[in-house]
């Protein structure tokens, strides 16, 4: 597993070059967001070892299997750590895949039914810690993000990319087609997009690729991208 300090506060996590998660450094230990693949839990618990945050707490920003696989083995190790997730996801971990009446997009696929039990299910504006839940539906129907109220770090999870630069949820291009692919939602993905980069953050990490200092100019052209793509989207 790479081990890269993104700053003071943010350790990213990454497996097979393309598969991360984070740790959040808080005042009595950290906050783990998302648990990556499968097989993961040792790395991750000798990572946090090794730089001296114990896992306090456990945040997901979806329910995708490369995002909870790891979560019932870390939950086993760390039996006080409390687990929280948005309150629409919390239903896939259960095995609940129906979706309401109100909610339409691609038929659901890759998630993860999981043992553990959440102890905490998050609505929009939550704080958990330094991080503020930021509700951020498309790539999922219950997706969120978190912001980093210190720095304005946003973990954004899936709700973008930066593998080929910054691309939104929901986007398509024929040479790297996965960002609307695996997304569900292409026009709440755009909605949500902007969202995010409204609350202007001064660092963006996700779930898949680096981390972008100052991304403000490269979120304004994904946004564009999105809505060009889905211009329903501003009548979601």
């Not at 006080?80 to 691609?106: C, N, P, W």
């Not at 503020?132 to 790539?139: E, N, P, V």
């Not at 630069?165 to 997304?183: H, I, K, N, R, T």
Request: net charge neutral; proline share 4%; hydrophobic share 45%.
């Amino acid at each position: 597993m790479q081990i890269v300090e993104e700053s003071p506060n943010l350790v990213r996590l990454t497996r097979f070059r393309m598969f991360n998660c984070f740790l959040v450094r808080e005042e009595n230990g950290c906050t783990l967001i998302d648990t990556n693949v499968g097989g993961s839990a040792a790395s991750i618990l000798r990572a946090s070892q090794d730089i001296g945050w114990p896992i306090r707490r456990i945040l997901l920003t979806h329910a995708h299997f490369d995002h909870v696989a790891s979560l019932d083995e870390l939950v086993a190790a760390l039996s006080q750590a409390e687990v929280a997730i948005g309150a629409r996801e919390s239903r896939f971990l259960e095995g609940d895949f129906a979706l309401e009446s109100t909610e339409h997009g691609k038929p659901l696929f890759g998630f993860k039914r999981v043992n553990t039990e959440v102890s905490r299910k998050l609505r929009d504006g939550d704080l958990l810690g330094s991080l503020r839940a930021i509700s951020s539906a498309g790539h999922t129907p219950g997706h969120f993000s978190y912001l980093d109220i210190r720095d304005n770090t946003l973990i954004a999870g899936d709700a973008f990319i930066t593998q080929t630069g910054v691309v939104a949820a929901g986007v398509f291009s024929w040479f790297f087609p996965m960002p609307a692919l695996f997304s569900w939602n292409g026009s709440l993905s755009a909605r949500s997009a902007a969202k995010l980069r409204d609350v202007k953050p001064t660092r963006l990490a996700v779930g898949h690729g680096n981390t972008i200092e100052n991304p403000g100019a490269a979120l304004e052209k994904a946004v564009a991208l999105a809505f060009q793509q889905h211009p329903d989207a501003s009548t979601v």
